[in-house]
Structure formats: structure tokens, C-alpha cells
């Protein structure tokens, strides 16, 4: 048997969600896949703080990557989930029981947070519960999961820009730049976080007239944000698609901090031709994710294969 952790994939609330705000998550059918009979030396970040000297379940993580580089869909957390999960499935834990779930998000928060110097743990929330869900801190290192029902008749379609980006270095420069200029960027976050309520509260309500409009607010405001910060949260390859993509009635915009990894499309209809032609000329790639409705769970090792 292998145990199986899903991706992430941030729909709204990036920044903003690690000052309290409400994010929306879906949980990728894309896994981290552990095995506690095959040991090996922890080499993740994670992984090292919660063995130690002690060998690991092994860890297969090419499903959230591509050719080794990180598709940005929380391999890292979803891999610490798995194998945390993996020890317990060969203890007998049933883990799909709730009461073990918390436990497991728990620790697995605890120790990515230490390890990352802080997070929101919304991968790690996604990685054990699966599903899609609102997501909020209410405290320091407790949040709140509330189960959403997929917006009927949204369409969603994912794009790897092919490049990696590094999440935790591009929060540092985010937080120097609200430091260093608290009177510029107070307004600009005040903004986001407006955004962040407004999909929130239209994700919850299946209302694709209104989650549209507030995800797009949204990515402008991660642009000027990322301008003005010399961050580049908004590549302008993705300015450019979501252009395009407002003329679908669509909106298209970067996932989770930006500047390379994954970006989102999301539309009454699927991408029109032209547009699957705009995004091969900048260089993206469609790629093919379904959603998990699971969380962390095992199968027969063969299965894992699929």
C-alpha cells in the first residue's frame, strides 16, 4: 500500500490570507505519494525536522512536478502529509477518520510553519482534508476549513508558466516592501483584502457573475502590489492573457504568490482556440489537473501508478 497527499491550488486570498482574510482552495488530483515499508533519508526541509536521524517513508513526488522542476502545487507540504500519514497507515490508524485528520494537520502545520519561518499551512490544510474549501486564520497557527460547493457551470483550466517560483522569498520581499512603505502599501493590502472577502463570499454562494470580477480585481491589485515592490508577482506574459481572457468572460490570473508556477482560468466557457493559441505563443502549457474530493488517503501500490 502507498499513501497518497493531494496538490494545492489557491484560488483567491494570496498575500492577504496570512493577515486573516479568507482564501479559497481546491485540492488537486495531483499527489505526493509515501511508502513507510521503503525508507529513506529524509531530504526535504520538512522531512528533516520531523525524523531527524531517523529514516523516512520514501516519497514520490513527481506527480506535482515536471521534469523536477515544482509545478507550485504544495509538493513540499503534501509530502511531509503523506508521509506523516504513511507511518500512522502502517500503525493501523485509520487515516481518513476526522479525529486523526485534525491531528495530522495539526502537526504537519506545526512543523512546516516552523520549518518555512511562518505560512499559512492552506497546503497543508488541502494536502489532509482535500476538497474545496474556505480557508481562515483565526490565530497563530489555528485556522478555521469550511467545506464549498464548486460554483455550478465554472469552468477551470490550468496553465504551467514553466518556470519555478520561490513562494517563501517572494512573501519576504512583499513584507519589506509593507514595512518600508506602510502608506503606499496600507491602501494597496486594504484593497486586496476587499478582493479576498468578495470571492470568498461569491465562491460560497456559486456565483460566477461575482467571482469573475473579484478575482480579476484581485490580480491588478497583485500587479500594482508587485510594480511598485519590484516583485514580479504579475509576469506581464500573464497581464496579456488576462486581457484576452476578459474578452471570453473569463479571467486569468497567477495562483497562490505569483511569478511563475501555475496560473488559473476560470470561465463560463473553456478557452476558445484563440486564446490555447495566445498562450503557446507566451510560452505557457495547459495542464491537465482534476480536482480531489479525498485528502490524504492510501491505495494498493499498483493503483498509485495510474
Same mark, same amino acid.
Not at 112 to 134: I, K, L, P, Y
Not at 210 to 229: M, N, Q
Given at each position: 500500500?502507498?499513501?497518497?497527499?493531494?496538490?494545492?491550488?489557491?484560488?483567491?486570498? !494570496?498575500?492577504?490570507?496570512?493577515?486573516?482574510?479568507?482564501?479559497?482552495?481546491?485540492?488537486?488530483?495531483?499527489?505526493?505519494? !509515501?511508502?513507510?515499508?521503503?525508507?529513506?533519508?529524509?531530504?526535504?526541509?520538512?522531512?528533516?525536522?520531523?525524523?531527524?536521524?531517523?529514516?523516512?517513508? +520514501?516519497? =514520490?513526488?513527481? =506527480?506535482?512536478?515536471?521534469?523536477?522542476?515544482?509545478?507550485?502545487?504544495?509538493?513540499?507540504?503534501?509530502?511531509?502529509?503523506?508521509?506523516?500519514?504513511?507511518?500512522?497507515?502502517?500503525?493501523?490508524?485509520?487515516?481518513?477518520?476526522?479525529?486523526?485528520?485534525?491531528?495530522?494537520?495539526?502537526?504537519?502545520?506545526?512543523?512546516?510553519?516552523?520549518?518555512?519561518?511562518?505560512?499559512?499551512?492552506?497546503?497543508?490544510?488541502?494536502?489532509?482534508?482535500?476538497?474545496?474549501?474556505?480557508?481562515?486564520?483565526?490565530? !497563530?497557527?489555528?485556522?478555521?476549513?469550511?467545506?464549498?460547493?464548486?460554483?455550478?457551470?465554472?469552468?477551470?483550466?490550468?496553465?504551467?508558466?514553466?518556470? +519555478?517560483?520561490?513562494?517563501?522569498?517572494?512573501?519576504?520581499?512583499?513584507?519589506?516592501?509593507?514595512?518600508?512603505?506602510?502608506?503606499?502599501?496600507?491602501?494597496?493590502? #486594504? #484593497?486586496?483584502?476587499?478582493?479576498?472577502?468578495?470571492? +470568498?463570499?461569491?465562491?460560497?454562494?456559486?456565483?460566477?457573475?461575482?467571482?469573475?470580477?473579484?478575482?480579476?480585481?484581485?490580480?491588478?491589485?497583485?500587479?500594482?502590489?508587485?510594480?511598485?515592490?519590484?516583485?514580479?508577482?504579475?509576469?506581464?506574459?500573464?497581464?496579456?492573457?488576462?486581457?484576452?481572457?476578459?474578452?471570453?468572460?473569463?479571467?486569468?490570473?497567477?495562483?497562490?504568490?505569483?511569478?511563475?508556477?501555475?496560473?488559473?482560468?476560470?470561465?463560463?466557457?473553456?478557452? +476558445?482556440?484563440?486564446?490555447?493559441?495566445?498562450?503557446?505563443?507566451?510560452?505557457?502549457?495547459?495542464?491537465?489537473?482534476?480536482?480531489?474530493?479525498?485528502?490524504?488517503?492510501?491505495?494498493?501500490?499498483?493503483?498509485?501508478?495510474?
Amino acid at each position: 500500500m502507498k499513501v497518497l497527499a493531494p496538490g494545492k491550488l489557491l484560488l483567491s486570498g !494570496a498575500y492577504v490570507v496570512l493577515d486573516g482574510a479568507p482564501a479559497t482552495v481546491l485540492s488537486v488530483g495531483r499527489y505526493a505519494k !509515501a511508502n513507510a515499508l521503503v525508507r529513506e533519508v529524509p531530504r526535504a526541509a520538512e522531512l528533516m525536522k520531523a525524523y531527524g536521524q531517523k529514516r523516512a517513508p +520514501s516519497l =514520490d513526488l513527481s =506527480d506535482l512536478t515536471d521534469e523536477g522542476r515544482k509545478l507550485g502545487l504544495g509538493s513540499s507540504a503534501a509530502g511531509l502529509v503523506a508521509a506523516l500519514a504513511a507511518d500512522a497507515y502502517e500503525d493501523g490508524v485509520d487515516i481518513e477518520d476526522r479525529v486523526f485528520r485534525k491531528q495530522l494537520f495539526e502537526k504537519a502545520f506545526a512543523l512546516h510553519r516552523e520549518v518555512q519561518g511562518g505560512g499559512s499551512g492552506f497546503d497543508v490544510a488541502a494536502a489532509v482534508w482535500g476538497g474545496f474549501f474556505r480557508y481562515e486564520l483565526y490565530a !497563530a497557527g489555528k485556522a478555521r476549513v469550511t467545506d464549498l460547493l464548486w460554483p455550478s457551470g465554472l469552468q477551470l483550466e490550468l496553465f504551467s508558466t514553466q518556470t +519555478s517560483a520561490r513562494t517563501s522569498e517572494f512573501i519576504a520581499e512583499i513584507n519589506a516592501f509593507r514595512g518600508a512603505q506602510p502608506e503606499v502599501a496600507g491602501p494597496m493590502f #486594504a #484593497a486586496l483584502r476587499q478582493a479576498a472577502i468578495r470571492a +470568498s463570499v461569491a465562491f460560497a454562494a456559486g456565483s460566477i457573475q461575482d467571482v469573475l470580477p473579484a478575482l480579476t480585481a484581485s490580480r491588478e491589485i497583485l500587479g500594482a502590489i508587485g510594480e511598485t515592490a519590484h516583485v514580479p508577482v504579475v509576469l506581464p506574459q500573464v497581464q496579456r492573457l488576462g486581457v484576452l481572457a476578459a474578452s471570453e468572460d473569463a479571467v486569468f490570473y497567477p495562483s497562490g504568490a505569483g511569478g511563475g508556477d501555475v496560473c488559473v482560468r476560470l470561465g463560463v466557457e473553456r478557452a +476558445s482556440a484563440q486564446f490555447l493559441r495566445a498562450v503557446a505563443a507566451e510560452g505557457l502549457m495547459p495542464l491537465k489537473v482534476m480536482a480531489d474530493s479525498r485528502g490524504v488517503h492510501a491505495v494498493a501500490a499498483e493503483d498509485s501508478e495510474d
